[in-house]
């Protein structure tokens, strides 16, 4: 058996791609006005947007246990994997990679090893992809780490957002800059650098922010061939008007596309209206 993958919810991996690539997917946990489920096995994209938008809206994310990664790790192993590779969204964002190397740490570390993708939705899932791609290739642990790796400095992620409410509640964001945001009436549009999120530009209308993502990924882009992935909650004509403008864009240069609404976890944090693009330049 060659390595194995294992990764977490916040992906937001297509279904068919988890099964065609063998994926192990470890759920966090989202906890709605007190009701707890397991992210896209209890709790779903609706389940959050509704509760978003009432008047009381106590919501909280959590990562997995420590005890659940080794739990998993070990099952691989017995089942005879080769190694393991588990690979992350941002430690700036959630304490999940922490929790999978104190599991790797137990386990055994020269048989799993945790990468931080220091992304989230599907600026974890390309570089999941990729090492999916290496272990189904044969390589072994460094060298699925590698391709795991490499795959996450390919990888850019800009998103927007209607309100920098959601992130301040969530502590992703400072909350004097969500303020200024808010008292300016203005649209931003974020990224993620190095792993956490960073207010990229600031626009007055929404329009005008899908318009400021298409330019911003077709500058990401560059001269590359590329694959793309769109995320939205609760705003699937915003992600239809993202793939239909980067597809004209982007022309022949453009293989791999996909489109999936953002998971309970990172609603909670981004709120209804968010539109997300993932470009990842081919090596």
């Known amino acids: 058996m060659p390595v194995a993958v294992v990764t977490d919810s916040t992906a937001y991996l297509p279904p068919e791609l988890v099964r065609a690539h063998r994926l192990t997917v470890i759920p966090l946990t989202v906890v709605l006005n007190g009701a707890e489920g397991l992210e896209g096995v209890e709790t779903f994209p609706e389940d959050a947007t509704r509760?978003?938008?009432?008047?009381?809206?106590?919501?909280?994310t959590s990562r997995p246990a420590p005890e659940q990664f080794a739990q998993v790790y070990r099952q691989l192993l017995a089942d005879g994997a080769d190694g393991?590779?588990?690979?992350?969204?941002?430690?700036?964002?959630?304490?999940?990679?922490?929790?999978?190397?104190?599991?790797?740490?137990e386990v055994g570390d020269d048989r799993v090893t945790v990468i931080d993708s220091r992304s989230t939705g599907m600026g974890l899932g390309f570089p999941v992809l990729a090492a999916a791609a290496a272990a189904a290739q044969g390589a072994d642990l460094t060298?699925?780490?590698?391709?795991?790796?490499?795959?996450?400095?390919?990888?850019?992620?800009?998103?927007?957002?209607?309100?920098?409410?959601?992130?301040?509640?969530?502590?992703?964001?400072?909350?004097?800059?969500a303020l200024l945001g808010t008292a300016l009436s203005v649209k931003p549009i974020m990224h993620m650098p190095d792993g956490s999120i960073v207010v990229r530009d600031k626009v007055r209308t929404a329009s005008r922010g899908i318009a400021r993502l298409v330019d911003l990924a077709v500058e990401a882009a560059g001269d590359a061939d590329v694959d793309l992935a769109v995320h939205h909650l609760a705003a699937p004509q915003r992600a239809d008007q993202l793939l239909a403008a980067l597809t004209e864009r982007l022309g022949d240069r453009l293989h791999d596309t996909y489109v999936t609404e953002a998971g309970a976890v990172i609603a909670a944090h981004a709120g209804p209206g968010l539109a997300c693009v993932v470009l990842h330049r081919r090596p």
């Not at 509760?51 to 909280?60: A, D, E, H």
């Not at 400095?153 to 800059?177: K, M, P, Q, S, W």
Request: no cysteine.
């Open 143 to 177: 060298g699925v780490r590698h391709a795991a790796l490499d795959a996450v400095g390919r990888t850019t992620i800009f998103f927007y957002v209607d309100t920098l409410e959601f992130l301040r509640r969530g502590g992703r964001i400072n909350a004097a800059e």
């Open 84 to 105: 393991v590779v588990s690979v992350h969204l941002s430690a700036e964002l959630s304490g999940t990679v922490e929790a999978a190397r104190l599991a790797a740490a």
């Open 51 to 60: 509760v978003l938008g009432g008047r009381r809206v106590t919501v909280s």
